[in-house]
């Protein structure tokens, strides 16, 4: 703990941010009214610029990575003089949602009964507003970071990061410790200390079409072999131990009268344990078909390694909740089925605490909110950790 730092009672980060709430709901509305979804690439580095200025406004110094698939990615650095060996502190976020434009039509910002409700408000559009309050209460507050403080807000989280994930990975290994931007689970806001890995599969069969009528039998129908093979894969669920088998989406055939020569499904396997992510990769891809005229062809792989609790996760949580009761937050953990980037920063072997954005519910729904009530004491809490950790 730095001497600046340590002498910042945990009160007046409390005091401070919560005289910034109306601030902090104005920055809100106006970025989620500010559509973003992952697909429209003009209308999120639109909102990308928007959010550069802003943390350049406070302070930070802003690099734009061109994303050739997705939006441009955003790197803001700041207090680079508190730059340290052992790595900086990571704060990542998205500015993609999942909500299409002309979402915010049906579903407009509001704020009713200690709730702020709008398209991405919850995930993650609160985060990235927490952060920048929380970055600018430092200066605000005479304090300083432990380290260098880096920020990552990628364009494509909600499409499974495809084209971030190597700029992720990138800053991660300059990192000594990770905090994502993610919302906490549920109006409680737990951290997410556990998150499950994905696999995502495409399994294309091959048959014999043939006349349904004339001559059934010369047929070896694509679409039985797969309905068979998705019987047996989706017992090998075990949701005690956390692995599930979804076959997502299924199609194949042409008409009614036709044996279908073509079938395939999109299938996603998810769990806790990388090793039971990779064993049930191996035997997905030994499944043989029933027929043995039909051919099962295999596309796919793991795109995010579980986030696994490790020692160095459960002592950064630990840490993270005795700061949170300074500021009289009781703060909780879980584990969930859902990825993030913080999958893959985790999967380095950097501890890395998620979750840490506003707490709510309904996210990619037409229900997402925030709470109000707690969103000064979480934002406090990031500036905490901004600057002790
Ligand atoms: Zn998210």
């Not at 990138?170 to 410790?177: D, F």
């Not at 906490?184 to 091959?206: E, N, Q, S, V, Y």
């Not at 997905?284 to 986030?307: C, H, K, M, T």
């Not at 879980?334 to 999958?343: I, L, Q, R, V």
Request: contains cysteine; glycine residues 10%.
């Amino acid at each position: 703990m730095s001497d600046s730092a340590s002498i910042i009672a945990a009160s007046h980060w409390l005091d401070y941010l919560s005289a910034q709430q109306p601030r902090m709901l104005a920055r809100l509305r106006d970025w989620v009214e500010r559509e973003s979804p992952t697909t429209a690439k003009a209308a999120l580095d639109s909102f990308g610029r928007e959010v550069a200025a802003a943390f350049a406004a406070a302070g930070a110094e802003v690099r734009e990575h061109a994303g050739p698939e997705a939006g441009n990615t955003l790197e803001f650095t700041a207090w680079p003089q508190q730059r340290r060996p052992e790595g900086d502190l990571l704060v990542l976020g998205h500015l993609d949602t999942v909500y299409p434009l002309g979402t915010l039509a049906r579903q407009p910002f509001r704020v009713e009964a200690e709730r702020a409700y709008g398209p991405g408000v919850l995930d993650m559009k609160a985060g990235l507003v927490g952060a920048l309050f929380a970055l600018e209460a430092l200066a605000a507050l005479g304090a300083s970071p432990r380290r260098r403080l880096r920020f990552l807000f990628t364009a494509d989280e909600e499409m499974g990061s495809r084209s971030s994930r190597a700029q992720i990975e990138a800053a991660a290994r300059e990192a000594a410790v990770v905090l994502v931007l993610e919302p906490g689970a549920g109006p409680a806001g737990k951290l997410k200390t556990a998150r499950k890995g994905i696999a995502g599969f495409r399994l294309r069969a091959r048959g014999r079409a043939a006349h349904a009528g004339v001559d059934f039998e010369a047929g070896a129908s694509a679409i039985l072999a797969l309905a068979r093979a998705v019987v047996e894969l989706a017992g090998w669920s075990d949701p005690a131990r956390g692995i599930t088998v979804n076959p997502g989406v299924i199609r194949g055939g042409t008409r009614a009268n036709v044996v279908a020569a073509e079938a395939e499904l999109e299938l996603e396997l998810r769990a806790f344990r990388r090793p039971d992510l990779e064993r049930l990769a191996r035997r997905l891809a030994a499944l043989r078909p029933a027929d043995a005229r039909v051919e099962f062809s295999l596309a796919g792989g793991i795109n995010r390694p579980p986030l696994e609790r490790t020692a160095a996760i459960a002592a950064a949580f630990a840490q993270a909740q005795a700061w949170g009761r300074e500021l009289g937050l009781e703060l909780e953990e879980c584990a969930t089925g859902g990825g993030s980037d913080g999958n893959f920063t985790a999967a380095l072997g950097v501890p890395t605490l998620d979750g840490l954005g506003a707490a709510g519910e309904g996210a990619h729904s037409p229900g997402e909110y925030i709470c109000l009530a707690s969103w000064p004491r979480r934002t406090a809490l990031l500036g905490l950790l901004f600057a002790r950790l």
